[in-house]
Structures are given as structure tokens and as C-alpha cells.
């Protein structure tokens, strides 16, 4: 578990907010923190400039209550019927304070009968298990997870919930009524991809019920490049730089300097993984924002789909998604 400090702030802008990017265009979105203490070494959002430095989180307290008087608000001309928690940063940071303001700000929207969504690498306390049981109806669950390995947990996501407790998250939303989604993102060549271990990954959550996966390869930003150079020990350092070599910088969606990993590798992993997960009768679906040279689908959960009539971006709107991990 890595250490890190949390700095109390009061938020002043306006907090509901329809998003322009990604899958999620359209769609309001909330972030409760600035910057996420799970320190995964590949994600982007540690690379904004307004992200405080490794190690410290600015916690928003006051969300709650800007919440309630929002959606209270009468000259608001419309409430939304979904919001989207921490797209950059992460719900269930391991912090008490952070975990306070998640729950009463989800609390505040199921109340008023708003559906919320989130995705999540970090343990789920009971108590918001006890909250979502009051309206499974309402909570849409992305549980993410690249790999059940344990070298791969403690190198690339050391903050994060270790595999078994998130394969737990998994389990204890079937038990209350809600049917969660898996995220495998990123995938990293040579590392993850590998049949027997996706096969193991995808036999194990389709025996909890798990019935849809999405799924995204690695990309690299200057922030990341950084992040992996500084954080991963040489060989996977050397593993990863294979992969992106003899790659060009360029520009995807809103980010001017991105790197892709190689269509014909790409094509070939997506390929292989969904084979798998068709035999074990899971969906995989590739997320078409983080692959805007292929052919793929939406890769937020599937009721957010059917609830705003999403059709896939035409090609010249994709991007990558704000989803850091």
C-alpha cells in the first residue's frame, strides 16, 4: 500500500457538469478528488498540470452539500438522471476522509434519484455496498482489472486493491442485486496478454457472472513514458519500449502527443481475447476511444449505452476517454 496525504479543499466551480469526450460525451461526470492515491505507474491523469505532485490528493469536502444545493437549485434547467464518479481518480481511494465525502456525495444523488456509475480498482467498503442494496437499480459498476497476477498488482498498480479483493467486488455486487462489468485496461503485450493467463483471467470472473468486458491496450503519453521509465524495474521497462520503439508521436482526440502500440499487435491480442471470452460466452468489446484506428464499441457499462442511445464515434470525434487506469 502506498502512502500519500490528503489536502482539504473547498471546491468552488460548479460541480454538475456534462463531459465532451470520449464515450462519455454528454454524460455528466464528478471527480472527488484532484489526483488518485493508487499511483498506477501507467495512468495519465498523474501527467495534468493541475495534478498535485505523487503522494498528495486534494480532497473536495464541501461536494455534498454543493450537490444537494445544485439539484435543488430552481433556475437549474435540468437535473441529471446520470452521473459518472471520478473519471480521473479513483472512488474507493483507501482514505476515510475520501471515502466519507464519496458516500454522502453518491448518497446525495441516489436520494434524489439519480443513476450513478463508476469504475473501480479499490476495495468497496460495506457500508456503499449497503447504500447501492437500496437500489441496485440505480448503480452501475465497472470493476477494473487487467491481470490476477501478483507481480503485475505490486509493480504496475501498487496502490490498487490486490486481484482478490477486486474479484470479491465483484461478488459482493452480484449478492446485492447489481451485475458489474470488467475493465481490462491496459493490456500490455508480452506481459498480460499471454493465452494461458487470459484464459485463467477470463474463466475466473466468468464463474462469479460476469458477462460483458471491455478492453484497451496500452498507450503512452510524455507523462507516462516518464512514469514508466522512473517507476518499472529494467525489464519490463524494456518490454514496454519494444512495443512502442518505432512508433510516431501523434495526435489522438484531445492529446497532441500520444503513442499507440502497433495496429497488427493490437489486432492480434484483440483477436485472441475475444475468441476466449466468446468461448467462456463473455462479450469483450474493444473500447473504440483509446483504438480510434479500429473498429470497436463503447466501453462504458452497457445501461449507459441503452440509457442515452450512444452509437459508436464516428472516427474524427474519437479520443482517448478521461478513465486514467
Same mark, same amino acid.
Given at each position: ?5 490528503? !489536502? *482539504? ?45 505523487? /503522494? ?23 437535473? #441529471? ?16 476522509? !475520501? ?16 443513476? +450513478?456509475? *463508476? ?8 457500508? *456503499? ?6 437500489? #441496485? ?6 470493476? %477494473? ?6 507481480? &503485475? ?42 493465452? %494461458?493467463?487470459?484464459?485463467? *483471467? +477470463? ?31 529494467? #525489464? &519490463? ?6 512495443? $512502442? ?7 489522438? /482526440? ?6 499507440? +502500440? ?13 475468441? !476466449?471470452?466468446?468461448?467462456?460466452? +463473455? ?39 478521461? $478513465?486514467?487506469?
Amino acid at each position: 500500500m502506498t502512502s500519500f496525504q490528503v !489536502i *482539504f479543499k473547498q471546491r468552488r466551480a460548479k460541480v454538475l457538469k456534462k463531459t465532451n469526450f470520449g464515450c462519455l460525451k454528454g454524460v455528466y461526470t464528478i471527480n472527488v478528488t484532484n489526483g488518485c492515491s493508487l499511483s498506477c505507474t501507467y495512468c495519465y491523469a498523474r501527467g495534468y498540470s493541475q495534478a498535485p505532485p505523487k /503522494g498528495e490528493v486534494e480532497l473536495y469536502t464541501n461536494l455534498p452539500s454543493l450537490l444537494q444545493q445544485e439539484l435543488a437549485n430552481p433556475r437549474r434547467r435540468e437535473n #441529471p438522471d446520470l452521473v459518472v464518479f471520478n473519471t480521473a481518480s479513483d472512488c474507493f481511494q483507501p482514505h476515510p476522509a !475520501i471515502l466519507d465525502v464519496t458516500y454522502h456525495s453518491m448518497k446525495v444523488l441516489l436520494e434524489e434519484g439519480v443513476t +450513478i456509475s *463508476f469504475l473501480t480498482k479499490g476495495e468497496i467498503p460495506p457500508r *456503499f455496498l449497503q447504500l447501492f442494496g437500496r437500489w #441496485p437499480e440505480r448503480v452501475l459498476a465497472q470493476i %477494473g482489472l487487467v491481470s490476477l497476477s501478483q507481480r &503485475y498488482w505490486q509493480q504496475f498498480e501498487p496502490g490498487a486493491a490486490p486481484p482478490g479483493v477486486r474479484l470479491k467486488n465483484i461478488r459482493s455486487l452480484f449478492d446485492i442485486g447489481i451485475t458489474p462489468e470488467v475493465r481490462m485496461d491496459p493490456i500490455i503485450p508480452f506481459l498480460t496478454d499471454g493465452e %494461458g493467463e487470459v484464459e485463467r *483471467f +477470463i474463466r475466473t470472473i466468468k464463474e462469479l457472472g460476469v458477462k460483458r468486458l471491455s478492453l484497451s491496450y496500452l498507450h503512452l503519453r510524455p507523462g507516462i513514458a516518464r512514469q514508466l521509465e522512473e517507476e518499472l524495474p529494467p #525489464p &519490463y521497462r524494456d518490454i514496454i519500449h519494444s512495443c $512502442f520503439q518505432n512508433q510516431a508521436w501523434a495526435q489522438v /482526440g484531445t492529446s497532441t502527443k500520444t503513442k499507440l +502500440i502497433p495496429r497488427p499487435l493490437r489486432e492480434r491480442g484483440y483477436r485472441r481475447i475475444k475468441d !476466449i471470452a466468446q468461448a467462456y460466452g +463473455i462479450e469483450a468489446v474493444i473500447c473504440s476511444c483509446k483504438n480510434p484506428d479500429l473498429k470497436g464499441g463503447i466501453c462504458v457499462p452497457e445501461r449507459i449505452i441503452k440509457r442515452h442511445s450512444f452509437k459508436e464515434p464516428k472516427k474524427r470525434d474519437r479520443q482517448l476517454t478521461l $478513465f486514467p487506469c
